[in-house]
């Protein structure tokens, strides 16, 4: 086995992010969340997902998006609750720790998992309009 290195630039967390979404695309409980409801087009949103942890990581910033509010747009449609975020965040990790070791890798993992909290627990705080649509 090869001796993973640490995330070290753009390349590093494009190849971490698509790999990130193979695997959550593929898994069963998010795959039908990204593919059938938010109909995500990984094509666009692959820049932008690595702007934002470019941000995060090496303090570009390149990312002036807000990563909450399509959350509270796609939590109208299907509950992101807790479990949801818990197994995005078990994919991250996973990810992270089979293509890196290290202080950005590191962090990368802790951030993820503060966002994670973050977002469930103000998602659980916000009514959910009802359209006959999956709590």
Known sequence: MSERSDIASRADIVTLASTFYRRAFADEMLGPIFIDIARMDLEKHL???CDFWENILFRTGVYRGGAFAPHVMLNQQVALDWPKFERWLEIWTGTVDDLFAGPYA????AHAENVAHAFSDRLALMPRIEFGLQR
């Open 47 to 49: 820049p932008i997902i």
């Open 106 to 109: 590191d962090i990368a993992k």
